[in-house]
């Protein structure tokens, strides 16, 4: 058969007899590339590799013949016609030194300047040979890719083992052969100090590069693996600078062309006639397929960046994925068989967990996905499992200590209920009852009550507090803002009215904020001292030093996610192990509240007082404002009344301030003239504030105008619409906490948002508060949009990282509920000595003694 190349020959002679313009082939030589090149790869199947990249060079220039002038296309056949000389030389010299080209591929491993990728290899994870790969080896007369060494020693140098050795895990990672004082520095901006931090830097993601193909079924685009050898490397400078490595790489199936832009050293590491496993993304360079800066090693080692599930860092300057790999696959291979396992085999095996050394392994260097999924759910259930059994303890030290015993007038309390204006929902019942039999048992109470926006948590805490009073004790309400700490003191000082009236008992109440001073305020600081006083409402001001209580018994913390840990303690100091109810609207799902509040019991308040409707929920055009205005002013004329709230500005509160007296300016002059209208922000002093909010509540206010100050805790029943300027600035949360304002009758109220220019997500909260009318439907919404932190956010304070736990994967949660009661059970203070290494792991995950909230 004739060869190619000469067949070729023939061609050119005709077309440079014809001057070169491209009329000797119907089609033109481009289209005839095509088809010459198809037949030369048959023909050459089993040939030599230099011949094969003759050919693919002299495809190159034809593909190029057609869109050339004629002065180029006398160059490129020039060229060609010398790589056919080139090729049918070649062609000849096999002929005769037949059966094989010697062989150019001696181990070539030149000492890595990065660490060598995994010293100690066991057998047990050999290079990824598919059976199914339809990649033959190179050439059969060539060994395939060795073995891997097996070398046993730690991975570090040989004179500090005995340092590491003793150390364990919490050896410093500079220790490590190949990592160094330098790496460690830049290895310390992630987090890493330690070996254990080392093994807990999970990858970011993961790259597949499993499939393994011969070169020719290579598809452009696809991440693939390729093994083959080494042709041909060399250099090149392009314009800007730049080195390009270009290497030719043949399985005998093909050749491809691999690029690696501005790493010179490659010329050292990758020589011609190694074996090579490159893996990436195909790329297209002239119709051609090519690998660009892909992935590379030598295919006689342990495969670590390539052909496997490929594991990416998180890096900071100065670390390469490479080294990354390298680094931990060393620390991995040594250590993580070396970890103990804290978490006891009955609840591992109770679960399905592998154990913490196949996890470590499988998280960084999977052998499939589905066992790096199992991995990953272990290590997440780790770190529930240790806030739950940390919550579980401190639930325990809560209660250890000697409560009161609070005996009061059940029947006294009874007729309390019975003179309020309205019956108890079931819900509030229920949560009531919860909190009386607290109250009674003489275990001290750490309860959270949970209900929505307008569900009426005020009357039950107030109705604890009356109950507090009648055995004799002291009650303490505290509010994160003096408008709500002033609305709950005229709440319970109606109250009081009723049960004098009825003929009951009436307590003293006072309220402490920092607007009541000199001295009204000592005079309050005596009562409370006496034990004249009975129940205090107030801000921070109650957790001042001065103030001191005759006999403290209950402590009641409204909207507790604006309080630090240390301030509920505070006022919780100001008793003897007085009973303490916290109360949120935030509708966290019951799940998370086990987890986020498992050291406290729940009471939920599930159902809305009767005739309530849900608030109708617009998103209006910017255009539609005056079409807002003109219904607030029906509604007002109907006699109801109104919030206009401002948008957040960014900046000091002063400025907003500003903003919104404008803004309250505005509206009063030029669009509701006529109306009555107040305002409320900030910097206000307290009896300003004071002043407004009642007249707001007595109604000689029509429309009220505010800064965001009122989005919680207050309670106008006769407001029946709220329309929020910037509302997109808002969070969900926030939103679904200023629409709690209105809705609080029976009256039908709306919620009227206004957006300038809202961003994709902003647009998604306003549909999904439009639509969404149930606070816990919509915590569930934001839980999805945003994740679990602004959650953990409400938790406040002293509360634990969570790296790996995804909290809304809820049934992992109740897993480790479960399993940390089941724990608690069997061995509450993890005294036994299978269970010490679980008692450390959890002390260290929450950094020192568990602090109760
Ligand atoms: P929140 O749970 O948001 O703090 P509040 O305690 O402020 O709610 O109560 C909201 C409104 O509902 C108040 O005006 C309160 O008087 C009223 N309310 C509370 N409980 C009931 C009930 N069982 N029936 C009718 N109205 C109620
Ligand atoms: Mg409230």
């Not at 037949?39 to 590799?49: G, T, V």
């Not at 520095?185 to 990858?203: A, C, E, K, M, N």
Request: charge should be neutral.
């Amino acid at each position: 058969m004739a060869s190619p190349f000469t067949q070729l020959q023939k061609i050119l002679k005709h077309e440079v007899q014809d001057g070169y313009r491209n009329r000797i082939v119907i089609g033109g030589i481009g289209r005839f590339a095509d088809h010459w090149y198809r037949q030369a790869r048959a023909a050459l199947r089993e040939h030599d590799p230099d011949v094969l990249l003759l050919l693919e060079a002299i495809y190159a220039d034809l593909r190029r013949y057609e869109a050339a002038n004629i002065e180029e296309r006398r160059l490129l056949i020039e060229g060609i016609e010398a790589r056919i000389q080139e090729a049918l030389q070649r062609e000849r010299e096999l002929r005769t030194t037949r059966p094989a080209p010697a062989t150019k591929d001696e181990p070539a491993v030149p000492p890595p300047s990065e660490p060598t990728p995994a010293p100690p290899v066991p057998p047990v994870e050999k290079p990824r040979e598919e059976p199914s790969t339809p990649a033959p080896p190179p050439r059969p007369e060539r060994a395939a890719p060795a073995r891997p060494r097996s070398r046993g020693a730690p991975p570090v140098p040989p004179k500090l083992a005995a340092k590491v050795e003793a150390m364990g895990l919490d050896a410093p990672v500079h220790l490590i052969h190949g990592v160094g004082r330098e790496r460690a520095q830049r290895l310390s901006r992630l987090g890493v100090q330690t070996i254990r931090d080392l093994l807990y830097l999970l990858p970011r993601r993961y790259v597949d590069f499993r499939a393994l193909k011969p070169i020719h079924r290579l598809r452009i685009g696809e991440e693939v693996t390729v093994i083959g050898e080494v042709m041909d490397i060399g250099s090149k400078q392009t314009g800007n600078g730049l080195t390009v490595i270009r290497a030719l790489l043949t399985d005998g199936s093909g050749i491809i062309e691999c690029t690696w832009f501005n790493q010179p050293y490659l010329l050292d590491r990758i020589r011609p006639g190694q074996f090579i496993v490159v893996s990436g993304r195909v790329d297209e360079f002239l119709g051609r397929p090519v690998f660009r800066s892909p992935e590379w090693e030598p295919a006689d080692r342990e495969l670590l960046h390539t052909a496997r599930i490929v594991p990416i860092y998180p890096l900071t300057e100065g670390l390469t994925q490479r080294l990354m790999r390298s680094v931990l696959k060393r620390v991995v291979d040594y250590w993580a068989d070396r970890v103990e396992d804290p978490i006891p085999a009955w609840i591992r095996e109770a679960y399905g967990f592998p154990d913490l050394p196949t996890a470590l392994k499988q998280v960084h260097f999977p052998e499939d996905w589905e066992p790096l999924e199992k991995a990953r759910r272990r290590l997440a259930f780790d770190e529930v499992f240790y806030l739950q059994i940390g919550l579980l303890e401190a639930r325990r030290q809560w209660r250890s200590v000697p409560g009161r015993a609070l005996a009061f007038d059940e029947t006294a309390l009874e007729r309390a209920i019975e003179a309020l204006p309205f019956s108890l929902t079931g819900a509030q019942r229920r949560a009531l009852d919860q909190i009386l039999a607290d109250l009674r048992s003489g275990v001290p109470m750490n309860r959270l009550l949970q209900g929505e926006v307008g569900s009426g948590k005020t009357v039950v805490a107030a109705l604890a507090a009356y109950a507090v009073f009648l055995a004799g004790a002291q009650g303490a309400i505290m509010a994160p803002t003096e408008i709500l700490s002033e609305q709950h003191y005229r709440t319970l000082l109606s109250l009081a009215e009723r049960w004098a009236g009825a003929g009951l008992p009436t307590p003293t109440i006072r309220l402490l904020t920092s607007g009541v001073s000199g001295a009204e305020r000592a005079q309050i600081y005596g009562e409370l001292a006496e034990g004249t006083c009975h129940l205090v409402v107030g801000t921070h001001a109650l957790i001042q030093e001065e103030v001191a209580f005759q006999d403290l018994a209950f402590v009641v913390i409204d909207e507790q996610q604006r309080f630090g840990v240390l301030q509920r303690a505070a006022l919780r100091g100001k008793g003897y192990n007085p009973h303490v109810l916290v109360m949120t609207a935030t509708p966290i799902p019951r799940t998370l509240a086990l987890t986020l509040y498992g050291d406290l019991d729940l009471s939920v308040l599930d159902e809305m007082p009767p005739g309530r409707r849900p608030v109708l929920t617009r998103w209006l055009m910017p255009e539609e404002r005056e079409r807002a205005y003109t219904f607030i002013r029906r509604q007002v004329e109907q006699g109801r009344q109104a919030y206009i709230i401002c948008p957040l500005v960014e900046g000091s509160d002063k400025i907003e301030a500003k903003a919104a007296v404008e803004e309250y300016e505005r509206l009063q002059r030029e669009v509701f003239p006529d109306l009555r209208l107040g305002l409320i922000h900030g910097r206000m002093k307290s009896e300003e504030k004071e002043a407004v909010m009642s007249a707001f509540a007595r109604g000689e206010i029509q429309i009220l105008v505010a800064t965001p100050v009122v989005e919680v805790g207050v309670d106008v029943p006769n407001a029946t619409v709220i329309l929020i300027e910037g509302a997109d600035r808002f969070g969900l949360a926030q939103l679904h906490q200023f629409r709690g304002r209105v809705g609080r009758s029976s009256y039908q109220s709306y919620c009227l948002l206004l957006a300038e220019s809202p961003s994709e997500s902003a647009i998604e909260r306003l549909r999904a508060i439009e639509t969404i009318y149930d606070g816990f439907q919509l915590a569930q919404k934001d839980l999805e949009m945003r994740g679990p932190g602004d959650f953990l956010g409400t938790r406040q304070s002293g509360f634990p990282e969570m790296r790996l736990a995804d909290l809304t994967d809820l049934r992992l949660l109740e897993i480790a509920r479960e399993a940390a009661e089941r724990l608690a059970e069997r061995d509450p203070d993890l005294q036994a000595p299978e269970h010490r290494l679980l008692a450390e792991a959890v002390s260290r995950f929450w950094q020192g003694p568990v602090e109760p909230s």
